[in-house]
């Protein structure tokens, strides 16, 4: 990746390791959870956000992995074969002092924390509280130039995270990689406003709609047939391999607060942007969604937060139909 230094240099200091245990379980776990658990790789971030930093041994708080498509049993296995490997990975990591190749790119990351602090908006965490109606404990973005990456039209990879502390509060995290071509010294691979902005207030939006749309699954039983039978589940997969229904839904809901962010702060311009971009990429409820939720922001005294309203915005889903979906996709596709 020469476009990506670190990931360059990561590969050169350590390339002798690829055969040591630590890479083939690296390799076994992430097989694991895709074909047994039905989960990726992003998934691991959760659980490393909930580790203390290395080369410490200690947890923040409680550890669990969480797929509400499983089984109670399922979901401790999962934990039990993570918190196993994470206690491997800190073991190698001091026996192989890898923190001093983090110390000697120190500036880098430096220079890729600054590069994009200039890209996301001022006040654009409290536009979201105002459109969502609560808040958390910290918000925090999290620059990793080590994230393989295959950088396109500046598209970069975010993943959402979050950590309950043990005094119940809530820290939610963006964890971003390099969306920009290093391509010359001075370059950090975050020089992109559009995409920086886009991620930011993308993966701290998960943490706002996630956690509402499990909890109205039962609203969604056509919809889960709809998504199956119509041509969305093949083109979702494609666009960002969102494989089942909750996942396309909660990826339309985190859609639309962004829209209405952009909205909030008067960057109507974001908006139009982003509304375009998205249906591009076929998210096709977003202009029924960007309607109905007038009705959220006309009447904040009956809908106190976004949780309050989502059952409505689901009837969007629940009363959609095979045809309606395949004719969007059509026209997007033309």
């Not at 950090?188 to 706002?208: I, K, P, T």
């Amino acid at each position: 990746m020469l476009y990506q230094p670190v990931v360059k240099e990561a590969l050169e200091t350590f390339g002798y390791l690829k055969n040591f245990d630590i890479a083939v379980s690296t390799a076994r776990l992430n097989d694991i959870l895709l074909e047994k658990y039905g989960s990726g790789n992003d998934i691991l971030m959760k659980p490393l956000m909930y580790h203390r930093e290395f080369p410490s041994t200690e947890w923040i708080n409680d550890y669990q992995y969480e797929n509400n498509n499983l089984t109670k049993e399922q979901n401790k296995e999962a934990t039990l074969l993570i918190r196993n490997y994470l206690s491997e990975l800190s073991k190698f990591y001091i026996k192989e002092n890898i923190g001093e190749f983090f110390k000697k790119k120190n500036n880098f990351y430096t220079g890729a924390v600054n590069e994009y602090n200039k890209q996301i908006p001022s006040g654009f965490i409290n536009a979201m509280e105002m459109f969502y109606g609560e808040g958390f404990n910290g918000y925090t973005i999290l620059v990793s130039p080590i994230m393989m990456w295959l950088i396109s039209e500046n598209e970069g990879r975010g993943i959402a995270t979050e950590v309950i502390l043990k005094s119940g509060k809530k820290n939610i995290y963006e964890i971003a990689s390099p969306f920009v071509k290093v391509e010359k010294p001075g370059q950090f691979g975050y020089d992109n406003q559009f995409q920086a902005r886009f991620l930011s207030v993308h993966e701290f939006g998960h943490s706002f709609v996630n956690r509402q749309v499990y909890k109205h699954t039962d609203q969604l039983h056509k919809f889960k047939d709809l998504f199956e039978k119509s041509n969305l589940k093949e083109t979702m997969i494609k666009t960002g391999g969102y494989e089942d229904y909750q996942t396309c839904v909660a990826e339309h809901l985190v859609r639309l607060g962004e829209i209405q962010t952009a909205k909030i702060q008067k960057d109507f311009e974001r908006a139009k942007r982003l509304k375009d971009y998205h249906i591009k990429n076929n998210f096709i409820f977003l202009p029924q969604l960007n309607e109905k939720i007038k009705e959220y922001n006309a009447n904040r005294t009956k809908y106190k937060t976004f949780a309050d309203f989502v059952p409505r915005l689901l009837e969007i889903f629940e009363n959609s139909s095979v045809r309606f979906i395949n004719n969007e996709l059509d026209t997007i596709q033309k």
